[in-house]
């Protein structure tokens, strides 16, 4: 008798094909209309199962629920000094969450927002090294040029890949994020690293008038940028010819290319503004909270405005709100870890409460639909019959698909 953990290995593949023909598997739907503001409502409800969820995780774990949701809520929320660390955290999230939205506009998925930054902070350390003798409002515009052109730099290449080769910018732009670190790491021990660290691995400090400007508490005008860039984008997206052909050039290619737009310009000029984007957030982070460049300056603000974006559904508006959640939830983390919250429970708390508004947001637009096939219980052992010339083949074995809502 054949001993079943050594059956051949035509036998097995033939048992697996088997099963997953006769499975019924879920499939999502677009829906065809949503609701007027059930965009809000899906993502305050997914919010609040996700802190159910995160009360069982918090009782769990032998902590205070109430103490610790409260420390949250008063730490982001609770006061002038609360929400201007808020507003902190939430400028780098929207201006990142924007420039994957710029690219996510027309179908394309800049991944690399995070590299991108670290790219824009790296020219803008760069310059103020050289230029560092200029008068502090020319010498933080000038920053602020060189972050963007920083992620322009970066993004170029997977830009044209795209473009014009059909390479996916999801890989490339990727990986350029670990180059664009390596970069950094680099420079911190070689070419700029400071004469007067004592033989410590650290860049030089930049100069005192590279600072951006406070507005109240401990926000800067960074924040006065990324609502211009929101709003512009709004506009430009909206209510513009340009952006009505970027939309059009993501939703309907052949189409676009029917009226005459080329695609290959479209596809460069929304990666190459996202990484524009992307590289003035890195020199906003630099300039507003960081007195040198270091390695971990993102501190992985370029992969949470992934986030952002699809929360917001590729929406400025959207992302304004998303990215100021999505900061006091950071704050919120930060600040529960005093009352003896550990660092990996204050994350996986974090996490559930935006995957809780992502799944919100994902059920909203999609529906579920369960595809069995049919015609899976007999499956023949030999190959079929060849019907004789002038005959049709049988159809009595057909295994069309047919699916059921759920």
């Given at each position: 008798m054949t001993d079943p953990t050594h059956a051949p290995l035509h036998t097995v593949a033939r048992g697996r094909a088997r099963w997953h023909r006769g499975v019924v598997r879920p499939v999502l739907q677009r829906r065809t209309r949503v609701a007027p503001g059930a965009q809000a409502i899906a993502f305050v409800v997914g919010i609040a199962l996700a802190l159910i969820a995160g009360a069982l995780l918090l009782w769990a774990s032998g902590n205070d629920t109430f103490a610790v949701y409260g420390r949250m809520a008063d730490s982001s929320l609770g006061g002038f000094d609360a929400i201007s660390r808020t507003l902190l955290r939430a400028t780098p999230l929207a201006i990142a969450g924007l420039a994957v939205a710029v690219a996510g506009s027309m179908g394309l998925w800049n991944i690399g927002a995070e590299g991108q930054m670290m790219a824009g902070a790296t020219a803008a350390a760069g310059l103020a090294m050289v230029a560092g003798d200029l008068a502090g409002p020319m010498l933080i515009?000038?920053?602020?040029?060189?972050?963007?052109?920083?992620?322009?730099?970066?993004?170029?290449?997977?830009?044209?890949?795209?473009?014009?080769?059909g390479v996916s910018e999801i890989i490339t732009t990727l990986m350029l994020v670990e180059v664009a670190i390596r970069i950094v790491e680099w420079l911190k021990v070689g070419p700029w690293k400071d004469p007067e660290s004592l033989g410590f691995p650290q860049i030089a400090p930049l100069p005192d008038q590279a600072s951006l400007p406070g507005l109240f508490g401990h926000v800067h005008i960074g924040v006065l940028l990324a609502a211009a860039l929101?709003?512009?984008?709004?506009?430009?997206?909206?209510?513009?010819?340009?952006?009505y052909e970027l939309r059009l050039a993501g939703s309907s290619p052949a189409t676009a290319r029917y009226v005459g737009i080329s695609l290959q310009r479209k596809v460069l000029a929304a990666l190459l503004i996202s990484g524009a984007l992307a590289g003035l957030a890195g020199a906003i982070e630099l300039s507003g909270t960081?007195?040198?460049?270091?390695?971990?300056l993102s501190s992985g603000y370029g992969f949470a405005g992934i986030i952002v974006a699809a929360l917001a559904l590729m929406r400025?508006?959207?992302?304004?709100?998303?990215?100021?959640?999505?900061?006091?939830?950071?704050?919120?983390?930060?600040?529960?870890?005093?009352?003896?919250?550990?660092?990996?429970?204050?994350?996986?708390?974090?996490?559930?409460?935006?995957i809780g508004a992502l799944v919100a947001a994902v059920l909203l637009n999609y529906r579920i639909r369960w595809v069995r096939p049919v015609g899976h219980e007999s499956e023949p052992t030999s190959p079929p019959a060849v019907p004789a010339p002038g005959r049709a083949p049988s159809s009595s074995g057909s295994s069309a698909p047919e699916a059921s809502d759920v």
């Amino acid at each position: 008798m054949t001993d079943p953990t050594h059956a051949p290995l035509h036998t097995v593949a033939r048992g697996r094909a088997r099963w997953h023909r006769g499975v019924v598997r879920p499939v999502l739907q677009r829906r065809t209309r949503v609701a007027p503001g059930a965009q809000a409502i899906a993502f305050v409800v997914g919010i609040a199962l996700a802190l159910i969820a995160g009360a069982l995780l918090l009782w769990a774990s032998g902590n205070d629920t109430f103490a610790v949701y409260g420390r949250m809520a008063d730490s982001s929320l609770g006061g002038f000094d609360a929400i201007s660390r808020t507003l902190l955290r939430a400028t780098p999230l929207a201006i990142a969450g924007l420039a994957v939205a710029v690219a996510g506009s027309m179908g394309l998925w800049n991944i690399g927002a995070e590299g991108q930054m670290m790219a824009g902070a790296t020219a803008a350390a760069g310059l103020a090294m050289v230029a560092g003798d200029l008068a502090g409002p020319m010498l933080i515009v000038a920053m602020l040029i060189a972050g963007a052109v920083g992620g322009v730099v970066l993004i170029v290449g997977p830009a044209l890949a795209r473009a014009y080769l059909g390479v996916s910018e999801i890989i490339t732009t990727l990986m350029l994020v670990e180059v664009a670190i390596r970069i950094v790491e680099w420079l911190k021990v070689g070419p700029w690293k400071d004469p007067e660290s004592l033989g410590f691995p650290q860049i030089a400090p930049l100069p005192d008038q590279a600072s951006l400007p406070g507005l109240f508490g401990h926000v800067h005008i960074g924040v006065l940028l990324a609502a211009a860039l929101l709003a512009a984008f709004w506009m430009a997206v909206g209510r513009t010819a340009w952006g009505y052909e970027l939309r059009l050039a993501g939703s309907s290619p052949a189409t676009a290319r029917y009226v005459g737009i080329s695609l290959q310009r479209k596809v460069l000029a929304a990666l190459l503004i996202s990484g524009a984007l992307a590289g003035l957030a890195g020199a906003i982070e630099l300039s507003g909270t960081a007195t040198r460049l270091e390695p971990g300056l993102s501190s992985g603000y370029g992969f949470a405005g992934i986030i952002v974006a699809a929360l917001a559904l590729m929406r400025p508006a959207g992302v304004a709100v998303v990215a100021f959640v999505f900061g006091a939830v950071l704050r919120g983390g930060q600040a529960i870890q005093t009352l003896g919250v550990t660092s990996s429970i204050a994350t996986i708390l974090q996490a559930m409460i935006l995957i809780g508004a992502l799944v919100a947001a994902v059920l909203l637009n999609y529906r579920i639909r369960w595809v069995r096939p049919v015609g899976h219980e007999s499956e023949p052992t030999s190959p079929p019959a060849v019907p004789a010339p002038g005959r049709a083949p049988s159809s009595s074995g057909s295994s069309a698909p047919e699916a059921s809502d759920v």
